[in-house]
């Protein structure tokens, strides 16, 4: 089966659970849900079941929970089923219950991923491993292999000298090739995604900053058994928002400062994800669970945050309306809801174009 169309359903189904998180944590507090839909309007298929009518809709872009009263139009509704009559504990519990399925999902892929196998740093001694592969960790500026165009990620495969083929899986190997051949034209092969290839490099003489330019690491995929791959997948979840959570305020802190984004740091749309996802996915299956599962603790992340028209940003509102003891005028609550919301538009409009220009 091709990979895109699999990258594209594995980001609207990321989208759909994330709904329905605040779905079931609204039907677990028996609060009156109008509607779920998956996509969104117009319908093209609707069926009523009890109170809540399930929903397909065109617009492939997520999908939409409708709780009446959450803005402030359920004045009609009995209390017991009203969203805005609940204890503000259960109104967070129902803004969080999003936010928590993606971190959900990241720890489920994760466990899977590490019960198939995933890339394992080794030393250049241990044998009796699968898919071992050396692997360019960084790439030195101004070096032979930036020149040549080698990047981070890429596999070393084995080199090429006077039309033989010198096929290499350690990392030693890679250094005692290079330190034969300082100041000669080689070439090198390279694995990139599914891609194969022959690279060209002309190697340093002086060693002092390195003769090829680049920093190696030598892998194997490794497995787990599936009592241990769940708790694998917990901690890794957990290391994953600590590592997202530290590059936010990264970038945060460098525009602020004026500074801009970090090298080699950018900004991609659904477009780019899926892109990168289909990238992935030609790999292999462990690397592409691992990218979704990324990409869902940087949805949680993003999500969390207090901005207005996101779960956080609701959640800033519910919290100031707590403490100044009325809630906050909803139609005011509305205006910044609907301001932000129209800003990211425009600011997804912006990528989308960028990565369309990427991709061609």
Do not use: C
Request: hydrophobic residues 50%; negative net charge; aromatic residues 8%.
């Amino acid at each position: 089966m091709p990979t895109l169309p699999i990258a594209i359903i594995s980001i609207i189904g990321l989208l759909v659970l994330h709904e329905l998180g605040h779905f079931l944590t609204a039907k677990a507090f028996k609060i009156k849900v109008d509607e779920f839909g998956v996509g969104y309007p117009p319908r093209i298929f609707g069926k009523k079941i009890g109170e809540t009518i399930y929903s397909i809709n065109w617009l492939p872009f997520g999908a939409f929970v409708n709780i009446p009263g959450a803005d402030g139009e359920g004045k009609d509704l009995k209390d017991s089923e009203n969203y805005e009559k609940r204890p503000a504990w259960q109104k967070a519990t129902v803004l969080l219950g999003g936010v928590v399925t993606f971190w959900i999902i990241a720890a489920i892929l994760l466990s899977v991923a590490f019960a198939l196998g995933v890339p394992k740093a080794v030393s250049d001694e241990e044998t009796n491993l699968s898919d071992v592969n050396v692997q360019i960790l960084s790439v030195s500026k101004d070096s032979p292999a930036e020149i040549g165009g080698l990047k981070p990620g890429d596999m070393i495969k084995g080199f090429e000298a006077e039309g033989i083929i010198i096929n290499i899986d350690t990392v030693l190997a890679v250094q005692n090739f290079a330190g034969e051949h300082q100041g000669d034209e080689i070439s090198i092969l390279i694995q990139r995604g599914t891609k194969e290839m022959t690279v060209p490099l002309i190697l340093r003489s002086d060693t002092t900053e390195g003769i090829m330019g680049i920093a190696l690491v030598r892998t194997a995929e490794q497995s787990y058994s599936w009592i241990k791959a769940p708790l694998m997948g917990i901690q890794a979840t957990g290391e994953m928002t600590w590592q997202v959570i530290k590059g936010w305020g990264t970038i945060l802190q460098g525009l602020f400062v004026g500074e801009g984004l970090p090298s080699g740091v950018s900004f991609v749309g659904p477009i780019g994800i899926g892109s990168l996802l289909n990238d992935a996915a030609k790999i292999g299956a462990s690397y592409f669970l691992q990218f979704i599962a990324m990409l869902a603790v940087y949805l949680a992340v993003f999500n969390i945050l207090p901005i207005p028209a996101l779960d956080g940003g609701r959640l800033l509102f519910l919290a100031i309306g707590k403490i100044k003891g009325s809630p906050i005028n909803k139609k005011l609550e509305q205006k910044f809801n609907g301001a932000v919301f129209i800003a990211m538009l425009i600011l997804m409009a912006f990528v989308t174009i960028k990565d369309i220009t990427n991709l061609f």
